[in-house]
């Protein structure tokens, strides 16, 4: 799965650049479009008390990003297990160029922060 | 009520300067240690089902705030309604030149967002 | 000009709803589209040492955003004078509600931040 | 070297906790807080094109923080080689409980973004 990402101003800072942080809402988006594209509304799970954190991040930065660019997130799942999906991404630049790299470990838990079983039809829609 | 905000690179952008949303969060900081002080926790109001919302914002930018800037946040009440509290505020920098001027209307609502009269023992202490 | 934005959680804060400095957000992303579209790229202003600063800013809540809404960003330009330009902005939901109405003052200024005429090839697109 | 981290509604989202990308941020005001107290000002090394990039951030996310929360956030140096330096840091809840484990790759850089040793004024601070 593939989106585009502009940069803005509001996504830059006084080093010229995109600052750091910001890339990791740029992933909250690619996984969201991903898991909609499966059928997967992150909304509708919320609604059933069902929700994914953020158990581990990694990222490697390998070109800064700039104002105006227009950012290619590829997003894709590597691993599926019992509680726990991770993804991967890879985001580009305009010119084709790699501008990071990036793995996320997602845990799927109940209303009350504790680890639960990926349901079964979240996970059938993903495999 | 007068608080310090420092700048860091997470503030500013690629104009070299703090961004303009920036400073609404300063604002947050502000309303809440000045409610702090006069005993009000936003955060007991909010186990409560007591909650404050921005209806109005207006903010006059005057001169523009830099990295490693300490910023000073003055807040205070200019008017207390029914449901509803003015606040007011100026931040100036570390050369006592004023950065910019700002409102903000608060609304009081119940968890429903339904305007709500300001709680009496909420009143009392900001009088 | 009309422009559409998701909400992600990024967007939002723990009262639920969209934060209230994000919104500014939006309006960047309002105004840089509406001035693209009229043939100006905010980039190669930069390029040329003009820069839009932002002098003041006010903002309406009507109606809370929440996570998964697809708002509408509605930017137009209400008056051009020598070194201003005044922006108004209504930002609906997906059914059509009003979330806020805004209003931006900018003003032109060169790379020390002194105010100066809007470049005449600039005005001419605007009109 | 440690220092304090308020939460504010600005830091989280409407799952209720500290949102990922803003633990970003602390670290950044960690490492900034961390240099200055060994006389090294991140403003004066720009002033001097010296400046210092991300080029990989992992975190592990142990509990969620919350509205409210004062964090606890511990800066150190675990490695200084010719270009690079290692930060890793613990954040902990006003409970005690570690929140987050976390580690910084940053490269020294010149202003065309080329990498460059460190200069030797500024490693000897650092040991």
Known sequence: MENEKRIYY???DCGGVVYYAEYLKFLEE????????????VKELMDHDIFFVIARQE????????????????????????????FEYEIR????KTVAFSKTV????????????????VRTKLI
Chains 1, 2, 3, 4 share one sequence.
Do not use: W
């Open 10 to 12: 509001h996504n830059t």
């Open 30 to 41: 690619g996984r969201t479009l991903y898991l909609e594209e499966k059928g997967i509304s």
């Open 59 to 86: 990222i490697d930065y390998k070109l800064p990003a700039f104002y105006g660019d227009i950012l290619q997130i590829d997003t894709r799942i590597t691993n599926i297990s019992r509680a726990r999906i991770d």
């Open 93 to 96: 630049n305009q010119n084709n």
């Open 106 to 121: 997602l845990v799927c838990i109940d209303k009350n922060f504790k680890p639960m079983p990926i349901p079964e039809k």
